[in-house]
């Protein structure tokens, strides 16, 4: 299948899955995850109307960002962990940051932004596992975080986004998404603006989806296996 048959199937797969949870398919957004993939990929996607795209590594992107220019209307948010000597260039290529993981990161995005004149919007990533190998902040965490976030003037938390463990069946990830969704509800008391939860891939998207999921991040049902270049 081609990726803009791959992009219909699954607006349709997101739109039966709201359906089934009683929810409008405006409501989630379809995020291409095009790490790994080269520009062109990205190209053949914009053709077929996909606007919305995650990109796991600063300077990948900066590399494939060369051919990317003309597409002015598509945006690229960073999904991937960031380390603090790439803010900079961070907060200079991507339209949104989708896994702050630090009140110190945030800082320095908000500092680059605004030498910028640029608005950033970021999601927090919440570590819900205990595995050793995902990123994101403890649940405890997170208020306190959020309550000094607000000192920031050119970056604005929007909401939440969690990678749960890997598993062949969706449903061992639906109580990370429920709990991930709980912290946001949470969280939205005191903090209008952070509305959206970022959660679900290939895999598991249908289960986010009836869990309050915004925001689906897919990337193999898109581009097909990553092929990852072997380790000299
Ligand atoms: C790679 C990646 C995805 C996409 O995963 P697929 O299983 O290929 O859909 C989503 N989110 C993050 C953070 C990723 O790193």
Redesign the pocket.
């Known amino acids: 299948m081609s990726i803009a048959e791959n992009i219909v199937r699954l607006k349709d797969e997101i739109a039966v899955a709201c359906r089934r949870a009683g929810r409008n398919e405006n409501e989630v957004a379809l995020?291409a995850?095009s790490?790994?993939h080269p520009a062109e990929a990205i190209l053949e996607a914009y053709e077929a109307g996909q606007r919305l795209f995650?990109e796991?590594r600063v300077q990948e992107y900066e590399q494939k960002s060369t051919v990317l220019a003309g597409l002015k209307d598509a945006s690229f948010h960073l999904?991937?962990p960031l380390q603090s000597n790439k803010t900079n260039k961070a907060a200079e290529l991507f339209d949104a940051i989708?896994?702050v993981d630090s009140l110190r990161i945030a800082q320095r995005l908000d500092a680059a932004a605004e030498a910028r004149s640029k608005q950033l919007p970021i999601l927090i990533e919440v570590k819900l596992s205990h595995e050793e190998s995902k990123h994101g902040i403890a649940p405890e965490e997170l208020p306190l975080l959020l309550d000094a976030a607000r000192d920031l003037r050119s970056v604005e938390v929007v909401g939440l986004?969690t990678?749960p463990p890997?598993s062949e069946d969706a449903e061992t990830a639906r109580p990370y998404f429920r709990e991930l969704r709980r912290l946001r509800d949470e969280a939205v008391k005191t903090h209008s603006k952070l509305t959206q939860l970022?959660m679900g891939?290939?895999?598991d998207?249908p289960v986010a989806i009836e869990e309050g999921s915004t925001c689906v991040?897919?990337?193999?049902?898109?581009?097909g296996k990553?092929v990852y270049p072997a380790v000299p």
């Open positions: 995020m995850v790490k790994v995650g796991n999904i991937g989708d896994a986004m990678v890997w970022s891939m290939s895999n998207f991040r897919v990337g193999t049902a898109i581009f990553r």
